[in-house]
């Protein structure tokens, strides 16, 4: 008996379909993975800011002021405060001046999970008028006493409407002494909102980098979900000013 063979192989419909069930397959294996390492990201960089969070506290206790934020190209020291005022109240983490480690871009900024500079900014009070910032410069704190101390900067929590003139209910903090925050995975494209945290205006690299995106006021925004797409997915905490002193006169310091 003569036996018949087909060869004809697979038709063009039937390889079709295959690869569509693979993309599927593939698809169901790469999302939750992408999610997994933005969620990992995140939490990451928490703990990073929480670090960086107890740092200032041990600073002002230990120098009796607060760091001044550092700009690309100055190894991550502060840029002023001790005797003079800051020379810039907007920038980045003094990540060598605070003695914290993590990976640093060539302008020596402390880079957050998605490889962008961690954003610094502080107040630049002087509740007593004489010329020296209360919280970067050594001693003021005490100089001009707790109760008459007055952080201004504020945090809120509504990102559609402006910050400025906010209504009380979108207020969440309103008189921090300092802001960190991460812009999270869309740092290269933030969205309008995001803009109020970090886009009011730009400070150049020392090192052949864009040029970074930093805020210009007192104003910024926090948001209890950080995973809301484009419209807002910075991360923000920000320095109580209650906290500071009671840690200050803990220590002695106030």
Request: charge should be negative; proline fraction near 4%; include cysteine.
């Amino acid at each position: 008996m003569i036996r018949l063979v087909d060869n004809r192989g697979f038709t063009l419909i039937e390889v079709a379909i295959v690869m569509l069930i693979l993309g599927f397959l593939l698809a169901a294996v790469i999302t939750p993975m992408g999610a997994q390492r933005e969620s990992n990201n995140i939490k990451k960089a928490q703990r990073e800011m929480k670090a960086i969070e107890e740092a200032l506290y041990g600073f002002a206790i230990a120098s009796d002021r607060l760091p001044c934020p550092t700009q690309p190209g100055l190894g991550g020291v502060s840029d002023g405060g001790g005797a003079v005022n800051c020379n810039s109240y907007h920038g980045f983490i003094a990540s060598t001046t605070l003695g914290l480690q993590g990976g640093v871009n060539c302008d020596g900024l402390l880079l957050d999970p998605w490889g962008n500079p961690y954003r610094y900014s502080i107040t630049n009070s002087d509740a007593d008028g004489n010329g020296s910032d209360d919280f970067v410069v050594t001693g003021e704190m005490g100089n001009v006493g707790v109760i008459n101390l007055n952080p201004n900067l504020q945090v809120c929590s509504n990102t559609g409407v402006a910050c400025a003139g906010a209504p009380s209910a979108d207020i969440v903090a309103d008189s921090a002494v300092a802001v960190v925050f991460s812009m999270g995975s869309n740092w290269s494209n933030p969205s309008a909102s995001e803009n109020e945290n970090a886009g009011e205006a730009t400070v150049n690299s020392g090192c052949g980098l864009p040029a970074y995106d930093i805020s210009n006021d007192r104003f910024f925004y926090a948001s209890t979900r950080i995973e809301t797409g484009v419209t807002f997915n910075d991360i923000v905490t920000w320095i109580s000013p209650n906290i500071v002193y009671a840690k200050m006169l803990a220590a002695g310091r106030l």
